[in-house]
């Protein structure tokens, strides 16, 4: 088969298109002729030589994609040849062919197209796995996203809009809108604006109950100081720095609050299981009456994926970038 590939480890210039390998299903595997594949920012670490793939994981780049049934493994029961089915990867994305367990891939409702279905997996499930699975984002209950308009941050929004929860946002200026209509009831520009006294003014002094975090060490007293009583925050990522100093730790204890951190891509093929399950359960019927819609800001020939990945590391995107593949 034809995969995306590097000559070595850097910049987007490395990146070439040839012959790899066809992976081929084991008995509870299905192989997968795939469509589309979408870009993470995962993957900008990972090519730079910053993310190993996790032990057995592919070696190409790509977390999730969309395509069609081409052949199953012996035990194979929930798929035949023809079905069109989305995925998370564990790697691997980005090639004519992959394979996956038949328990993490799943059907899409048929008012979405395998375009549509490749932006889901990956940033649908994280966002889920974080707002309802850790933080235990209630009806009634507010929270601050931040990078509201990234792939993860645009999924999150629509969750936790869905789930009855108030929704504050940071972005820069010029994605509040994209924000604004998936839900959210403030977007603040985190460049002009303190958002810790922006939530603090829109709350009256009592704080949001749920953090979505990216930023890490900048970030990090602000958020402890925006969290209400019995507050949780989840982390997803380290964008903005790993090492907080002169922290004040008392809103900790004082609140009760909940730090958990968590990563995707290294859980156990268990844990993937029962998530996509949950979350397909809860999605499903939202997707497919338009409650709630996979968000793509662009597509890109996979021929373009140096041009793809300069365009996410310039944070232009608003959602999804997608890689057609083929
Ligand atoms: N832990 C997990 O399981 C998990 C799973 C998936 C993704 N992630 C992580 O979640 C984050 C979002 O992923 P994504 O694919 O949704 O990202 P994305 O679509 O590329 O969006 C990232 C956005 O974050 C904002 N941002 C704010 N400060 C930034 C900074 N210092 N550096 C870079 N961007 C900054 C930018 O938007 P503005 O213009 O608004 O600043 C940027 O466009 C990534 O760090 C990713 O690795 C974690």
Request: overall charge neutral; proline content about 4%; glycine content about 8%.
């Amino acid at each position: 088969m034809q995969a995306i590939q590097l000559h070595q480890f850097g910049s987007p210039d490395q990146f070439y298109i040839g012959e790899y390998d066809t992976p081929e299903p084991n008995p509870q595997e299905i192989q997968v002729k795939v469509a589309a594949t979408a870009l993470n920012r995962a993957d900008t670490l990972q090519r730079m030589g910053k993310y190993p793939p996790p032990k057995g994981a592919s070696a190409i780049l790509g977390l999730e994609m969309s395509g069609i049934v081409s052949k199953i493994g012996s035990k194979v029961t929930k798929w035949k040849v023809g079905d069109e089915v989305c995925a998370l990867l564990s790697g691997g994305g980005y090639a004519e062919y992959v394979t996956i367990h038949q328990n993490t891939a799943a059907s899409f409702p048929s008012n979405l197209t395998l375009q549509q279905a490749a932006a889901i997996p990956e940033v649908f499930l994280t966002a889920f796995q974080a707002l309802d699975w850790l933080a235990q984002l209630n009806k009634g209950e507010s929270i601050l996203i931040h990078a509201g308009a990234s792939g993860v941050g645009t999924a999150a929004i629509q969750i936790a809009r869905e789930k009855g929860a108030t929704v504050y946002v940071t972005a820069s200026k010029g994605k509040h809108e994209i924000c604004l209509q998936l839900g959210a009831s403030k977007a603040i520009d985190y460049r002009s604006e303190n958002f810790e006294e922006v939530i603090l003014k829109e709350t009256e002094g009592r704080g949001v109950d749920v953090v979505l975090d990216f930023l890490a060490a900048p970030y990090f007293q602000k958020n402890l100081n925006c969290l209400a009583l019995d507050g949780r925050m989840v982390m997803l990522a380290l964008m903005g720095g790993i090492k907080a100093e002169s922290l004040n730790l008392v809103p900790i204890l004082q609140k009760r609050l909940k730090i958990m951190g968590s990563t995707l891509r290294s859980r156990t093929l268990e844990y993937k299981t029962k998530l996509t399950a949950n979350f397909w359960d809860f999605a499903y019927d939202r997707f497919s009456e338009g409650h709630m819609k996979p968000v793509i800001d662009s597509i890109f020939d996979w021929s373009d994926v140096a041009e793809a990945h300069r365009y996410m590391e310039a944070n232009r995107n608003k959602g999804k970038i997608l890689l057609k593949v083929n």
